[in-house]
């Protein structure tokens, strides 16, 4: 049987999904929500940051911390945020948080790691989850990762007809 603890856990690591799900199939609702002179990227952004420090929590409840991790933990985890932080680097703000999908004009970009890695910033995410796997048991670093899996195919799927309108 699960414990309480692991079912909350698994939960937290699963929180954002449905989040990011729904803003990507419904994109004019999170636009009429966040309202008048409101830039739906930035709310996204900053409710994603929120969900995020849950998400780490609920990994933190079910890490262990013992001793110095192996030498690939670290290097993962360098190359996994290195990837996050030139993606935003690239796209910005506006580019990461489905600036596409609430009709804004976003560059496209074929900079490394763009056109050489498909996905980077999900790939990034999932290196530095592998990278945890030194604390972190297994079943939460591959549930996290089948969000990202997810979301990568909810989003290559897009139709270009069901993003938001501009809001005048």
Not at 11 to 38: E, S
Not at 44 to 61: E, R, T
Request: hydrophobic share 50%.
């Amino acid at each position: 049987m699960v414990s309480m603890a692991a079912a909350a856990a698994a939960v937290g690591v699963l929180l954002p999904f449905p989040f990011y799900y729904a803003l990507w199939t419904h994109p004019q609702r999170w636009v009429d929500l966040c309202g008048r002179g409101a830039d739906p990227c930035r709310r996204m952004a900053q409710v994603s940051h929120a969900i995020k420090a849950l998400q780490l929590l609920a990994l933190a409840s079910v890490a262990s911390f013992s001793g110095p991790p192996p030498l690939y933990c670290p290097v993962l985890l360098a190359v996994g945020q290195y990837l996050n932080f030139k993606v935003y680097q690239l796209l910005g703000e506006s580019g990461t948080y489905y600036g596409v999908r609430f009709r804004k004009t976003i560059p496209w970009v074929t900079e490394f790691p763009f056109g050489y890695i498909k996905d980077p910033q999900y790939v990034g995410s999932m290196l530095s989850l592998v990278a945890l796997l030194c604390w972190v048991p297994l079943q939460y670093v591959l549930l996290w990762c089948l969000g990202y899996v997810f979301m990568m195919w909810v989003e290559h799927k897009e139709d270009p007809a069901s993003r938001a309108k501009v809001i005048s």
